[in-house]
């Protein structure tokens, strides 16, 4: 079996080649994604697994189909790339990798909440102007004063409540549909503006859909304790920079951890240390040191990457030698 990788990272080779190994099976690196000028070199292989950031080409579908191929396997959990009906409609599996270490974005998301709770970035500018003083701007609070939001209480919602908990964080948390296993780490509230209108701070943890599309807006703004601080993990259309930056300003939002943003895709994970950046909202959120801003990195550990890499290779296999595959999404 031949199987070619799109989107390599030099990070995913070490497993990749361990996993071809293991599975007597032969992979090749592609660093670039896959794309109509060079989706004709499938016709060399019997599948392919993809790491894609931004949409497929509309066109794509039948041209991957037309090579002999069966499926596309996404090394991510996130599927909003693919257009699951042209894909049906060419009779290609498309597969995710669902959990591949909620982990490594629970203990980001702590990690974020707790570098803006603390004033770091405002701490190591002074530092760094040999400014030792200490005044009220980077004085900070104690996380076991707080009381923290989970939003999304599902694989990592879950562990992220673990471990504010373990902060001494009183935790609460809304979901559409609760967990057993989220109860003893949480307190659930009846709906969602409950637990915003009680929380310090709010962690967001569930996947954008059509209902929660820009939920946090002007409106949830206004709801919640003046001072109180944004932690996003999830999808930046969640929330509507816009009313965020507006927040800010007003002082309704102390500051904000965002590893996610609106309109990402043409910047993360790409490296623009000598491009211009042409986005005004991304370099207002960069220059703010009440923003702590990420390239969509809370997954980056080592364990996740291993994860990915292998759970996309498995599908692509189960695919090829069984015509379906467990993490199937459409
Ligand atoms: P999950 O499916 O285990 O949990 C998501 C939870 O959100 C579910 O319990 C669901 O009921 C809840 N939910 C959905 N819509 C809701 C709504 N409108 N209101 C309240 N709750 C709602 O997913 P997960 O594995 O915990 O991942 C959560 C999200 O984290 C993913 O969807 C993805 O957007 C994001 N993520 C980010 C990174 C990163 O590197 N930043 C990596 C992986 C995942």
Redesign the pocket.
């Known amino acids: 079996m031949k199987l070619i990788m799109f989107g390599t990272r030099e990070d995913e080779k070490e497993a990749a080649l361990s996993w071809a190994e293991k599975n007597n099976v032969e992979v090749t690196f592609n660093p670039g994604p896959l794309t109509l000028e060079n989706v004709h070199l499938l016709a060399e292989y019997d599948g392919l697994s993809t790491s894609q950031t931004a949409p497929f080409e509309d066109d794509i579908y039948e041209q991957i189909a037309a090579q002999g191929i069966k499926q596309v396997a996404q090394r991510s959990?996130?599927f909003d790339m693919f257009n699951l009906e042209k894909a049906t409609a060419h009779n290609l599996i498309i597969s995710n990798v669902p959990?591949y270490s909620?982990n490594a974005?629970a203990e980001y998301a702590v990690t974020a909440a707790m570098n803006i709770i603390r004033n770091t970035e405002k701490i190591q500018n002074k530092v760094k102007q040999h400014d030792f003083t200490w005044n009220k701007s980077i004085i900070s609070k104690e996380m076991r004063s707080m009381t923290v939001a989970i939003?999304?209480?599902?694989?990592?919602?879950t562990i992220a409540a673990q471990i504010f908990n373990g902060f001494g964080a009183e935790v609460i948390g809304?979901?559409?549909?609760p967990?057993e296993k989220a109860k003893a780490f949480l307190t659930y509230t009846d709906s969602?503006e409950e637990a915003i209108e009680k929380a310090d701070l709010i962690s967001i943890?569930?996947?954008?859909?059509k209902?929660?599309t820009y939920m946090f807006d002007k409106s949830l703004f206004a709801k919640m304790k003046d001072g109180v601080f944004i932690v996003n993990?999830?999808?930046g259309k969640i929330v509507n920079t816009k009313d965020l930056l507006d927040a800010l300003n007003s002082g309704k939002v102390a500051a904000a951890a965002l590893?996610?943003y609106e309109n990402e895709a043409p910047y993360f994970p790409k490296d623009f240390s000598d491009k211009s950046v042409e986005d005004d909202v991304l370099l207002e959120l960069i220059q703010r040191e009440d923003v702590l801003i990420s390239q969509?990195?809370?997954?980056y550990t080592e364990t996740a990457v291993m994860n990915l890499v292998e759970g996309g290779l498995d599908s692509a296999k189960q695919v090829i030698e069984t015509g379906s595959c467990d993490n199937r999404v459409n």
């Open positions: 959990a996130g959990s909620p974005i939003i999304g209480t599902g694989r990592i919602g809304y979901d559409l549909y967990n969602l943890h569930m996947p954008l859909t209902e929660n993990t999830a999808r590893d996610t969509h990195i809370a997954f």
